[in-house]
């Protein structure tokens, strides 16, 4: 195994460049880092028009979270490889089509997340906002969103972590990641298939777990904070009771 990973590292790495395409681990991350900065508004959206009141815009948000969820990525992967050309009049690489997909994807459970961030804040917050003359809009731009992408930002390194895993499914269409690489490699041994794909187990395993790891060191963080700012809003409110206690005295 040792051998194999001596011998073809360059490639699990970079794929062919600078002699080729870019590939391997770095287009792997690569192509799941630009697809979830590319949902990341759309999920934003997605979350705006799930807690809306109008109809026009939930019903549609709500019908694009089912439906995107309740399929798997690679019929997703196969529409835009086959719609996408037909709609636009050319030829779409491999990597365009799965980053495509990929945010379709990625846009729907970021949706969904951000969502249940926003409604896991007080619903005190919005009203006072509101009272105060804020608009809708400008109470969700200043005064929601940022406290709930805030605590929700654990949530998305572990969906960062589930894009990673879901590039593998770019194999099937040439997307020249870990998983295309590992295959070359295999094909040119022929013998060695375990050490093969042991090593690709590995590669993905140690690149999720330190994502992983990343996301409980912010959901500590995020947690130590609301803690701590629950604490400092109990004793604000423990001071404010005692003042006209004293006042009597």
Not at 17 to 42: N, Q, R
Not at 58 to 69: Q, S
């Amino acid at each position: 195994m040792f051998d194999i990973l001596r011998d073809n590292w360059t490639l699990l790495l970079i794929g062919q460049y600078p002699h080729g395409p870019l590939g391997g681990i770095v287009l792997t991350i690569l192509l799941s880092l630009s697809a979830l900065i590319l949902a990341f508004p759309l999920g934003i959206l997605v979350a705006l028009a799930r807690i809306s009141p109008l109809r026009v815009l939930h019903a549609p948000a709500t019908a694009l979270v089912y439906m995107v969820r309740g399929i798997p990525l690679l019929m997703v992967i196969f529409w835009v490889y086959f719609l996408v050309p037909v709609l636009t009049g050319y030829p779409v690489t491999g990597f365009v089509t799965m980053l495509c997909a990929l945010v379709i994807y990625d846009s729907a459970y970021l949706g969904e997340i951000i969502r249940a961030g926003i409604e896991g804040l007080p619903k005190g917050q919005t009203e006072a906002s509101r009272a105060l003359g804020m608009s809708y809009m400008k109470t969700m731009r200043s005064v929601v969103l940022p406290q709930a992408l805030y605590n929700v930002v654990p949530s998305m390194v572990t969906q960062f972590v589930s894009t990673i895993k879901e590039t593998s499914l770019g194999y099937i269409i040439n997307v020249q990641e870990i998983s295309f690489a590992a295959d070359q490699i295999n094909n040119r041994l022929l013998t060695k298939p375990f050490p093969v794909y042991l090593i690709l187990a590995l590669s993905y395993f140690a690149l999720c777990y330190a994502l992983t790891q990343l996301a409980q060191y912010l959901e500590r963080r995020v947690t130590l904070k609301r803690a701590g700012a629950a604490a400092k809003a109990q004793k604000g409110d423990e001071l404010s009771l005692a003042e006209p206690l004293a006042t009597e005295n």
